[in-house]
């Protein structure tokens, strides 16, 4: 059984696990360009991210912006240092951005992991979840 599923969900019935053969990329800082200009260094990495998640799950579309989010991401890596894991998830978050959600800000909810691997991937595991999902985790 694959771990991301073992941790219940809000709607088990409602997800899609994807997974992304390679060596887990980093976002990268904007960096500056010549005569001031910015550019997106992560630019070619979040394309070719892109492109290989519409292969590995053509069945998910954009929503309207309606729909909140929940991502689980296993990063498995065959490096002993792969960045940190706020950049790992930005990173997979920015290329999907588009294809899964309008905005980014849609996901409510994430949790990663990095685990060492003779098999380098990302694994993702997408979900809808619920406001009253949400305010079940209030404190209030």
Same mark, same amino acid.
């Given at each position: +059984?694959?771990? %991301?599923?073992?941790?219940? %969900?809000? *709607?088990?019935?409602?997800? #899609?696990?994807?997974?992304?053969?390679?060596?887990?990329?980093? #976002?990268?800082?904007?960096?500056?360009?010549?005569?001031?200009?910015?550019?997106?260094?992560?630019?070619?990495? !979040?394309?070719?991210?892109? #492109?290989?998640?519409?292969?590995? /799950?053509? !069945?998910?579309? /954009? &929503?309207?912006?309606?729909?909140? #989010?929940?991502?689980?991401?296993?990063?498995?890596?065959? *490096?002993?240092?792969?960045?940190?894991?706020?950049?790992? +998830?930005?990173? /997979?978050? &920015?290329?999907?951005?588009?294809?899964?959600? !309008?905005?980014? *800000? +849609?996901?409510?909810?994430?949790?990663?992991?990095?685990?060492?691997?003779? *098999?380098?991937?990302? !694994? +993702?595991?997408?979900?809808?979840?619920?406001?009253?999902?949400?305010?079940?985790?209030?404190?209030?």
């Amino acid at each position: +059984m694959n771990s %991301l599923l073992a941790i219940s %969900l809000p *709607r088990p019935e409602k997800f #899609w696990h994807v997974e992304i053969p390679g060596e887990p990329r980093p #976002w990268k800082r904007v960096g500056q360009g010549k005569y001031g200009h910015k550019y997106n260094r992560s630019a070619k990495d !979040e394309k070719g991210f892109a #492109w290989q998640f519409r292969a590995a /799950c053509p !069945e998910i579309r /954009c &929503d309207d912006g309606s729909v909140l #989010w929940g991502i689980r991401f296993r990063f498995c890596t065959g *490096r002993k240092i792969s960045g940190d894991l706020d950049n790992l +998830m930005k990173q /997979c978050a &920015d290329s999907i951005q588009s294809i899964v959600f !309008e905005n980014d *800000r +849609m996901v409510k909810e994430a949790f990663m992991v990095v685990v060492p691997s003779k *098999r380098p991937r990302t !694994e +993702m595991l997408l979900y809808h979840v619920t406001a009253d999902y949400l305010a079940s985790w209030s404190d209030l």
